[in-house]
């Protein structure tokens, strides 16, 4: 049965249960990365898979229950006179019948599917709208440990509210509505300050300031990372350019953030190296984090080597979270690593944190490697890094991200230092 036959089956089904006043579940699930196996082995293996797989679910269908393939990798299943409980060991049925691997042409696959669920009258008053929920719950059950999830209404309260913060991140972003501050970073050794950090900020009118946490990872989704990019330089950019013009120039690196999918563009190199070539060249640098730059190492070991030669310093973000390998680590034209703020908050606290940050700056030392602390929040950590070698620092203590005026004011215009500040 397809789709079609489907939909037929649940609009009466519907309609029988209203009669009878009894409870009728959707199951929609979802195979779990079929989609690699078909790139792989072959769509004429695929289908056999799929053949095989409906088999297995026909097999588990008892009586009051009816199995549909919608197409692709989806299938869904239709119980009528059930329950929650009753849904809950059908699902379990299912998901077993899949469990002992499929064997095809000498070849063994194991497959296992993703389970979203929804119940008639509780969660829909009709059939289209059950077939929707079950689709919202797959969804939820896709990022779930379990892989199965029961449809609950805040799955569309979480929707709507998404889709919101979507259309109203897009509408900031193209109205040139979000600002940037930045956060000063400090010599360890001389106090001096030798760079900021360009951070994203955008204030809603109706949802306050949303962080970057949330909105970067929205930007990324809508495929908006680019444009956001371009902004972000080009507005750094500006900002250096405005310090300079009111008598107040900036002394060192201002670092930028670029996100995995930035690097992922095979043109990134030529778009950063167009905008950073206008005034004041040689004053910025940009942050990859380290997971980004493991994403496609060897193109990054190419676009490293191409913005180091456009006079672009290059900083390792939140090292020590990823999976660097060391040979890269050496590849890849970087000349500065951060320091993930989760081990320089820790160190005080836990031997093993404290050790994780002595390594990576003996190792950054050994591969002539800048190092910047980042979040250090009170002076014991500042002491205990000093000891440790660490170049730089960047956190509360020292100061906060703020506006480009206010920047200016707090650390721009008399050359203070930071033990002078912080004091
Ligand atoms: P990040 O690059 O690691 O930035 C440092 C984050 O730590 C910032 O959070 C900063 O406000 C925070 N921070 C600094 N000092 C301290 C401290 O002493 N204590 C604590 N608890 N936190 C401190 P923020 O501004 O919320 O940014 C979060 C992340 O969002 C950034 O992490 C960065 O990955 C991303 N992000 C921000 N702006 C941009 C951007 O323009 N482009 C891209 N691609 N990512 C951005
Ligand atoms: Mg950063
Ligand atoms: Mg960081």
Same mark, same amino acid.
């Given at each position: 049965?397809?789709?079609?036959?489907?939909?037929?089956?649940?609009?009466?089904?519907?309609?029988?249960?209203?009669?009878?006043?009894?409870?009728?579940?959707?199951?929609?699930?979802?195979?779990?990365?079929?989609?690699?196996?078909?790139?792989?082995?072959?769509?004429?293996?695929?289908?056999?898979?799929?053949?095989?797989?409906?088999?297995?679910?026909?097999?588990?269908?008892?009586?009051?229950?009816?199995?549909?393939?919608?197409?692709?990798?989806?299938?869904?299943?239709?119980?009528?006179?059930?329950?929650?409980?009753?849904?809950?060991?059908?699902?379990?049925?299912?998901?077993?019948?899949?469990?002992?691997?499929?064997?095809?042409?000498?070849?063994?696959?194991?497959?296992?599917?993703?389970?979203?669920?929804?119940?008639?009258?509780?969660?829909?008053?009709?059939?289209?709208?059950?077939?929707?929920?079950?689709?919202?719950?797959?969804?939820?059950?896709?990022?779930?440990?379990?892989?199965?999830?029961?449809?609950?209404?805040?799955?569309?309260?979480?929707?709507?509210?998404?889709?919101?913060?979507?259309?109203?991140?897009?509408?900031?972003?193209?109205?040139?509505?979000?600002?940037?501050?930045?956060?000063?970073?400090?010599?360890?050794?001389?106090?001096?300050?030798?760079?900021?950090?360009?951070?994203?900020?955008?204030?809603?009118?109706?949802?306050?300031?949303?962080?970057?946490?949330?909105?970067?990872?929205?930007?990324?989704?809508?495929?908006?990372?680019?444009?956001?990019?371009?902004?972000?330089?080009?507005?750094?950019?500006?900002?250096?350019?405005?310090?300079?013009?009111?008598?107040?120039?900036?002394?060192?690196?201002?670092?930028?953030?670029?996100?995995?999918?930035?690097?992922?563009?095979?043109?990134?190199?030529?778009?950063?190296?167009?905008?950073?070539?206008?005034?004041?060249?040689?004053?910025?640098?940009?942050?990859?984090?380290?997971?980004?730059?493991?994403?496609?190492?060897?193109?990054?070991?190419?676009?490293?080597?191409?913005?180091?030669?456009?006079?672009?310093?290059?900083?390792?973000?939140?090292?020590?979270?990823?999976?660097?390998?060391?040979?890269?680590?050496?590849?890849?034209?970087?000349?500065?690593? $951060?320091?993930?703020?989760?081990?320089?908050?820790?160190?005080?606290?836990?031997?093993?944190?404290?050790?994780?940050?002595?390594?990576?700056?003996?190792?950054?030392?050994?591969?002539?490697?800048?190092?910047?602390?980042?979040?250090?929040?009170?002076?014991?950590?500042?002491?205990?890094?000093?000891?440790?070698?660490?170049?730089?620092?960047?956190?509360?203590?020292?100061?906060?991200?703020?506006?480009?005026?206010?920047?200016? $004011?707090?650390?721009?215009?008399?050359?203070?230092?930071?033990?002078?500040?912080?004091?």
């Amino acid at each position: 049965p397809n789709r079609r036959y489907l939909m037929e089956r649940l609009e009466a089904a519907c309609e029988q249960a209203r009669l009878r006043t009894s409870q009728l579940g959707l199951l929609y699930l979802d195979l779990q990365r079929f989609r690699q196996i078909n790139d792989i082995q072959g769509y004429e293996l695929g289908d056999q898979l799929l053949a095989e797989i409906a088999r297995r679910f026909r097999a588990q269908a008892e009586s009051n229950e009816f199995v549909a393939r919608l197409g692709g990798d989806e299938f869904m299943v239709l119980l009528s006179e059930t329950r929650p409980a009753a849904m809950a060991h059908a699902i379990e049925r299912y998901r077993t019948s899949l469990l002992a691997p499929i064997q095809l042409d000498e070849r063994c696959f194991s497959i296992s599917t993703s389970i979203g669920a929804a119940l008639f009258p509780r969660d829909a008053g009709n059939a289209r709208t059950l077939f929707q929920h079950a689709g919202i719950a797959l969804n939820h059950a896709k990022r779930d440990t379990s892989h199965t999830r029961f449809f609950t209404t805040s799955m569309v309260d979480e929707l709507q509210q998404h889709e919101i913060l979507q259309l109203r991140f897009s509408e900031a972003l193209a109205e040139g509505k979000l600002t940037l501050d930045f956060q000063p970073q400090f010599s360890l050794e001389t106090g001096e300050l030798i760079g900021a950090e360009a951070l994203c900020r955008w204030h809603d009118e109706l949802l306050g300031n949303v962080s970057p946490g949330i909105f970067i990872p929205l930007a990324e989704e809508l495929e908006l990372m680019r444009p956001l990019g371009e902004w972000v330089l080009s507005a750094a950019c500006q900002q250096l350019t405005a310090w300079e013009r009111q008598g107040t120039p900036f002394p060192g690196r201002l670092s930028v953030n670029v996100s995995a999918q930035q690097m992922d563009d095979p043109h990134f190199a030529e778009q950063i190296q167009r905008i950073a070539s206008r005034p004041p060249a040689g004053k910025l640098g940009l942050e990859l984090t380290e997971s980004g730059l493991m994403r496609n190492p060897e193109q990054t070991v190419r676009i490293t080597h191409a913005l180091r030669q456009a006079g672009l310093s290059l900083a390792i973000d939140d090292f020590g979270t990823g999976y660097s390998s060391l040979t890269y680590l050496k590849r890849f034209a970087a000349d500065t690593l $951060k320091i993930d703020i989760s081990f320089v908050q820790d160190m005080l606290k836990s031997s093993h944190d404290h050790t994780i940050v002595a390594t990576i700056i003996a190792m950054a030392q050994t591969l002539g490697m800048q190092t910047v602390a980042e979040g250090v929040e009170v002076e014991e950590q500042a002491a205990a890094l000093r000891e440790l070698g660490c170049s730089s620092v960047q956190g509360f203590l020292y100061g906060r991200p703020v506006d480009g005026e206010t920047f200016a $004011k707090l650390w721009l215009s008399t050359p203070l230092t930071a033990s002078a500040c912080s004091g």
